[in-house]
């Protein structure tokens, strides 16, 4: 790495040009140990939500009963506090993503899971309805902090080659807390083994200490080097990429093959809404178009679905309290394996293919899931089973929504642009689908609950032709050749606009996978 100017200090003012091998470099390794603790430290993230999201679905009918300590209905739970849960997560998504695209990943994946944690602990501490909904809030605003800053961190330290299937998997990791939120919650929920007003209570300070555990872990994740060497710290990402490289050819046995090139940027400290603005809407429209449509078809599915599954089987099928936890756990295991089994296809057959393909299977399933629930072809156990398929596909398209918008937009403004889409895609889809299904459910009519179900099928099966006609090909592509960064130096002429599905950028300055 060679650079006119650079800066050690903690916020620098970046005037000169930095020619770096780094994103070249990091594509490049083999998987290693050192990845390993990149997944682990970043990726159980995902493991909270789906702990947090099931354990509020699960335990709602318990909280809405009397003796739990809260004056509130199940109803108010699965509709009015899930929506500000979204919110939280919408504003949170927001706010810390421009932070971390201005302060850096590692500095904002710590205060993120900071105040997940502080939220949740005082959410187990409610006395009032009000209090309940105050911290359900603040632990959604952690939690979008979190998608924002991990996402961006992931993708810029996991090389070009597994990019797909290591972040579908760690996305669909959300369905391992769900397992766990939802034999968890059998458990808290026994009368017999804890008060009504206290199991509740448990099942949240169990996730406080799952995120404590994340912590100790997080704190050996590094900064990621591509915002080093952007943001004026060209020699420590150089110096951490060169010690990365000596730890994984010591593991290996064998010395590392030369990058595939270089590319030459303007450092620059940050990066302002405008520009961001600009770049998303007027440099890659259809890739904006894109990105929304994913996040809307899947926000809807899964939020409206995910905190009202336990009101459906208590309402149309009259399954205890105490036993929708294992019927949940059956349904996210089904979720957990689509982006397992599915992610290496990202990777191999592609990514417009497989989006595309996993948006309007899953979409057409449930629309026959609508069709079966509406004629009362089913039970409990049957439903659970069509859930089941519906969600292996859908998980792995709703996983890689993520994955698409931020892989798809220059480095500069990766964590804004998936804040900016998770906040906007999630409160079409995320606020009003919670609200709009609590509703349906309560009502206790089997067709309004059907109704909802198609409303979910059909904005699936819009993605998933969008989808069909806009993903971008990024599979085994560095993150700069699919969208160049905006600070780097072109030595050719400038790019036509929204080049979405082009083989490649032009300009020397362009690292190749």
């Keep these: 790495m060679t650079a006119e100017s650079s800066s050690a200090g903690p916020a620098p003012a970046p005037t000169g040009t930095v020619t770096t091998a780094v994103p070249a470099r990091l594509d490049r390794l083999p ?24 354990i509020v679905g699960n335990v709602a009918g318990r909280i809405a009963e009397e003796g739990s300590g809260l004056d509130i209905s199940a109803a108010q739970i699965t ?49 009032e309805s009000w209090w309940f909904f105050l911290f359900r809030f603040l632990t959604g605003f952690g939690i979008g902090g979190e998608y924002a800053a991990i996402n961006s961190a992931i993708d ?13 998997i760690i996305n669909g990791s959300y369905w391992l807390g769900a397992i766990g939120g939802s034999l968890l919650s059998i458990v808290m929920l026994d009368t017999d083994i804890f008060a009504k007003d206290l199991g509740w209570r448990l099942s949240f300070a169990m996730g406080v200490v799952l995120g404590l555990v994340i912590l100790l872990v997080r704190r050996h994740v590094p900064e990621s080097p591509r915002w080093q060497f952007i943001h004026g710290h060209g020699e420590k990402a150089d110096a951490l990429v060169t010690s990365v490289e000596r730890e994984i050819e010591q593991e290996k046995g064998e010395k590392l093959p030369p990058p595939a090139g270089e590319i030459t940027i303007h450092q620059r400290q940050s990066i302002g809404f405008g520009l961001i603005a600009k770049t998303v809407f007027r440099r890659y429209p259809r890739r904006t178009v894109l990105g929304l449509s994913l996040f809307i078809g899947q926000a809807f599915l899964y939020n409206a679905i995910t905190f009202g599954f336990g009101t459906i089987l208590i309402t149309f099928f009259d399954v205890p309290t105490g036993s929708t936890g294992y019927y949940f756990a059956v349904i996210a295991a089904g979720n957990f394996c689509g982006p397992l089994l599915l992610g290496p296809l990202f990777d191999t057959v592609g990514r417009r293919i497989m989006i595309s393909g996993t948006y309007l299977l899953s979409g057409i399933l449930l629309f026959a899931t609508a069709w079966l629930f509406d004629r009362g072809s ?3 156990a049957t439903m659970t089973a069509c859930w089941c398929v519906v969600l292996f596909f859908a998980s792995a398209g709703a996983s890689s929504a993520y994955l698409t918008v931020s892989e798809i937009f220059p480095m500069e403004t990766r964590a804004m642009a998936i804040a900016f889409f998770y906040a906007l895609g999630t409160a079409a889809g995320g606020i009003s689908g919670p609200l709009l299904f609590a509703d349906l459910t309560e009502s206790g009519v089997v067709a309004d609950t059907a109704l909802a179900f198609r409303i979910g099928a059909g904005l699936m099966c819009a993605a998933g032709l969008v989808a069909a006609f806009l993903a971008v090909k990024a599979e085994r592509r560095s993150l700069e050749d699919i969208a160049e960064p905006l600070s780097a130096v072109r030595a050719g002429p400038a790019k036509p606009a929204d080049p979405a599905n082009s083989p490649g950028t032009s300009g020397s300055g362009t690292a190749s996978a």
């Design 31 to 54: 998987w290693s140990r050192w990845h390993w603790m990149i997944v682990i430290g970043l990726g159980t993230v995902w493991i909270l939500d789906g702990l947090e999201v099931t």
């Design 79 to 127: 509709g009015l506090a899930a929506a500000l849960y979204v919110a939280g997560a919408c504003s949170g998504a927001l706010f810390f993503g421009w932070l971390t695209d201005r302060y850096g990943r590692k500095k904002l994946f710590i205060a993120t899971l900071a105040v997940y944690l502080a939220a949740t602990a005082l959410t187990a501490l409610s006395f």
């Design 156 to 168: 810029e330290l996991i090389p070009s080659q597994y990019r797909g299937r290591v972040d579908l």
């Design 378 to 380: 089913l039970t409990a």
